[in-house]
Nanobody
Framework: QVQLVESGGGVVQAGGSLRLSCLVS????????AGWFRQAPGKEREFVTA????????TYTDSVKGRFTISRDNAKKTVYLEMNGLNYEDTAVYYC????????????????WGQGTQVTVSS
């Protein structure tokens, strides 16, 4: 059984930074792709970024390139999302996801989802 628990969300001023963490339970973490999705009020869930199980492949949606960085620590079974230069459009519930399939940018790749953590960017 794989469970994901996100943390690190909160309220931040525009231009600020946050780091989200996703702790993944289960013995198969090293083989899991991992990604972050987000859902803003009144909008559909969208892909943000993902990292392959090996850590040597990452992908980002265009709106966060150069501002967000995904990483993973297999020893700690944790995936991180470093977010810099936050703006109002980044306000959303952020979900961590894990799975075994490709492509990384599709929700199809992920079987396991966290409960989400709220990120609010104030102007």
């Amino acid at each position: 059984q794989v469970q994901l628990v996100e943390s690190g969300g909160g309220v931040v001023q525009a231009g600020g930074s946050l780091r989200l963490s996703c702790l993944v339970s289960g013995r198969t973490f090293r083989m899991l792709q991992a990604g972050w999705f987000r859902q803003a009020p009144g909008k559909e869930r969208e892909f943000v970024t993902a990292i392959a199980w090996s850590g040597d492949s990452t992908t980002y949606t265009d709106s966060v390139k150069g501002r967000f960085t995904i990483s993973r620590d297999n020893a700690k079974k944790t995936v991180y999302l470093e977010m810099n230069g936050l703006n109002y459009e980044d306000t959303a519930v952020y979900y961590c996801a894990a799975g075994f399939r490709w492509p990384l940018g599709s929700s199809y790749a992920y079987d396991y989802w966290g409960q989400g953590t709220q990120v609010t960017v104030s102007s």
